[in-house]
């Protein structure tokens, strides 16, 4: 089963609200990875996570990855429209060998 | 530079039949996997190849084949297609698997429909 679980699977917000989602695994992750699909589109990989409690920020987006390895979560500021898409964390769980797995995503969408 | 090419874009198979999704990058990268798809259940993988010549199974293998002759092509096989297997498939590559940057890059999909 899947071992990288992700919530909430959907949010609606109205522009300018902030988001958060979050990301828990059952097994310490090497390394945390958030990705971003657009409707109709591919992953794009955003950022790479590696060591504990580690924090980046990119513009209005903030990653944290949690102190054990285990969780992490992406902020978005005052969201805009064009921040519409599913947000994906990926990690390899530490019994899972090379298998980098996903989380179930979660949605976003933004009422202007 | 082309990145991960997925072809085709679009396919629609009857009950049974067979075919090979392709799927070639440029990057030069070791690390190459297929998922899958589907509404509310994230990305699944199925197989994934390490480098030329080794294959594994992800999380959900059955049905599916792949092969690794060259470090550029990892298509993936459908034996007996069946409607369950009605999804959107995408293929990525990654430069390494382990410590260091990983980051996957990923091919446009193929959305295949089995009636």
């Known amino acids: 089963g899947q071992q990288v679980m992700q919530i909430p699977q959907y949010q609606h917000v109205q522009e300018g609200e902030d988001f958060t989602t979050y990301c828990n695994s059952s097994?310490?992750?090497?390394?945390i990875q958030w990705y971003k699909q657009r409707p109709g589109g591919h992953p794009v990989f955003l950022i790479q996570l590696v060591k504990s409690g580690e924090v980046k920020k990119q513009k209005r987006l903030t990653f944290q990855f949690g102190e054990a390895k285990k969780n992490s979560s992406l902020h978005i500021t005052a969201t805009q429209t064009t921040d519409v898409g599913t947000y994906f964390c990926a990690g390899r769980p530490g019994n899972a060998g090379n298998m980098l797995t996903f989380g179930g995503g979660t949605r976003l969408m933004v009422k202007p | 530079n082309a990145g991960v090419t997925q072809t085709p874009k679009f396919q629609v198979l009857k009950t049974g039949q067979s075919m090979t999704l392709q799927c070639a990058q440029d990057?030069?990268?070791?690390?190459m996997s297929w998922y899958r798809q589907d509404p509310g259940m994230g990305l699944r993988l199925i197989h994934y190849?390490?480098?030329?010549?080794i294959t594994d199974q992800g999380e959900v293998p059955n049905g599916y084949n792949v092969s690794r002759s060259t470090t550029e092509d990892f298509p993936l096989r459908l034996l007996s297609a069946a409607p369950s297997q009605t999804s959107v498939y995408f293929c990525?590559?990654?430069?390494?698997w382990g410590i260091g940057n990983t980051e996957a890059f990923f091919g446009q999909g193929t959305r295949l429909t089995v009636v």
């Open positions: 190849s390490v480098g030329a010549g």
């Open positions: 990057m030069n990268h070791e690390y």
């Open positions: 097994t310490t992750l090497s390394n």
């Open positions: 990525a590559s990654s430069y390494t």
